[in-house]
């Protein structure tokens, strides 16, 4: 299931009088394992008990809209059944935005109130987890248990900075500040033969679109087009193409503010920030 297990809360109608019946017995499913595993456990303000295994006091707490990076193996919490974890992805951690919306309800409030380098248990109740949905390895209302690490907690302006000097290797000297969409950065890979772009004109484009995880939410080679000054495109890219040339490729940096914001879009999180790889193939 590899970070797909945490992807999306079901959207499934319960069946009446189900949902207080399996609050009670999840509560009671937890209290059994700390009993039998002689664990203190704390509780969120929403019920996701939590463990810390790990603490670090001095490391950085996450907040709204902070991007966190995270190890963690997930079992039903009755039998111990692993049903997945972050190695399965080439031991790349999840990468998410803090109330983004991308993942459960319990993980992410499991997840806010620990530290940077701290690992702990998290203990969700399938109200916050995946309710009534009837998953691979997953049946309706079952309690939950995730081993987390905290691996590091970055600002979207540190996230992408990060994936432009780590992951794709560019110089931080040539990342171009964009005047019109701050937090926003261009980086030139090709010069341009052709002439500059005028507002009004309509401009064909080739781009791939990726997270900072490096997931594509949109293939290499995607096109499109955009009518200069349409306020069309979001504004980072359209930022961006302002300053482009017929021929020319480059990489935009879009943190969410100028993106699709704390609500996201069509499979884009909340407070995601963007990288797209861009070449103008013609201007009319």
């Known amino acids: 299931m590899a970070a797909v297990a945490l992807l999306g809360q079901a959207c499934l109608k319960e069946p009446e009088n189900e949902a207080d019946k399996y609050v009670k017995e999840n509560e009671q499913q937890i209290q059994a394992f700390l009993r039998d595993s002689?664990?203190?456990?704390?509780?969120?303000?929403?019920?996701?008990?939590?463990i810390k295994t790990q603490e670090n006091p001095s490391g950085t707490q996450p907040g709204t809209g902070?991007?966190?990076?995270?190890?963690?193996?997930?079992?039903?919490l009755t039998d111990d059944f692993l049903f997945d974890r972050s190695s399965r992805a080439g031991n790349r951690p999840l990468v998410f935005a803090v109330n983004g919306g991308s993942v459960i309800t319990g993980f992410n409030d499991g997840i806010a109130v620990m530290r940077e380098g701290e690992r702990a248990k998290l203990l969700i109740p399938s109200s916050l987890g995946y309710g009534y949905a009837n998953l691979q390895n997953l049946p309706p209302y079952t309690a939950l248990k995730f081993d987390v690490e905290l691996v590091a907690v970055r600002t979207e302006d540190q996230a992408l900075r990060v994936f432009a000097t780590d992951t794709l290797k560019l110089d931080p000297a040539k990342l171009l500040p964009l005047a019109g969409a701050p937090g926003a950065y261009y980086y030139k890979s090709q010069e341009g033969?052709?002439?500059?772009?005028?507002?009004?004109?309509?401009?064909?484009?080739k781009y791939r679109g990726r997270f900072i995880d490096g997931r594509n939410f949109a293939p290499a080679n995607s096109t499109s087009s955009l009518v200069m000054g349409s306020g069309r495109a979001i504004k980072g890219v359209e930022e961006a193409i302002r300053g482009m040339k017929q021929g020319e490729k480059g990489v935009i940096f879009v943190p969410s503010s100028q993106g699709y914001g704390e609500q996201g879009n069509q499979g884009?999180?909340?407070?995601?920030?963007?990288?797209?790889?861009?070449?103008?193939?013609?201007?009319?």
């Open 38 to 50: 002689n664990y203190t456990a704390q509780e969120t303000s929403l019920g996701v008990h939590y």
């Open 193 to 205: 033969p052709g002439s500059a772009i005028k507002n009004e004109q309509k401009v064909n484009f």
């Open 268 to 284: 884009i999180p909340g407070y995601s920030p963007l990288i797209f790889d861009i070449e103008v193939v013609s201007i009319e």
């Open 66 to 76: 902070s991007q966190v990076y995270v190890h963690y193996e997930g079992r039903r």
